[in-house]
Nanobody
Framework: QVRLVESGGGLVQAGGSLRVSCAAS????????MGWFRQAPGKEREFVAT????????YYADSVKGRFTISRDNTKNTVYLQMNSLKPEDTAVYYC????????????????WGQGTQVTVSS
């Protein structure tokens, strides 16, 4: 059974930085694309970033390009999202997800999801 567990969320001031992590278990981590999505209150879940199985290719939403960096450590079965220059509009629950497809910004292409971690950016 695949399990994805996010951590590292919290409260940060605008302009600050935060790194969230997602630890995976249950199937061969290094064989799958990983993605980060976010969902703000009253809004649909939206794509943030994705990284291919080897970690050599990444793809970002325009709204976070240049500010966020996705990375992974296949020896630790963990994917990270480093978030810099945070803005109040980045406030959301952040979810990691796993997919056999790269690149994909669609939630439909991800078959396993974590429970999410809250990121709040104050102005």
């Amino acid at each position: 059974q695949v399990r994805l567990v996010e951590s590292g969320g919290g409260l940060v001031q605008a302009g600050g930085s935060l790194r969230v992590s997602c630890a995976a278990s249950g199937r061969t981590f290094s064989a799958y694309t990983m993605g980060w999505f976010r969902q703000a209150p009253g809004k649909e879940r939206e794509f943030v970033a994705t990284i291919n199985a080897s970690g050599g290719r990444t793809y970002y939403a325009d709204s976070v390009k240049g500010r966020f960096t996705i990375s992974r450590d296949n020896t630790k079965n963990t994917v990270y999202l480093q978030m810099n220059s945070l803005k109040p509009e980045d406030t959301a629950v952040y979810y990691c997800a796993q997919s056999p497809i790269f690149p994909s910004p669609s939630t439909h292409d991800y078959d396993y999801w974590g429970q999410g971690t809250q990121v709040t950016v104050s102005s």
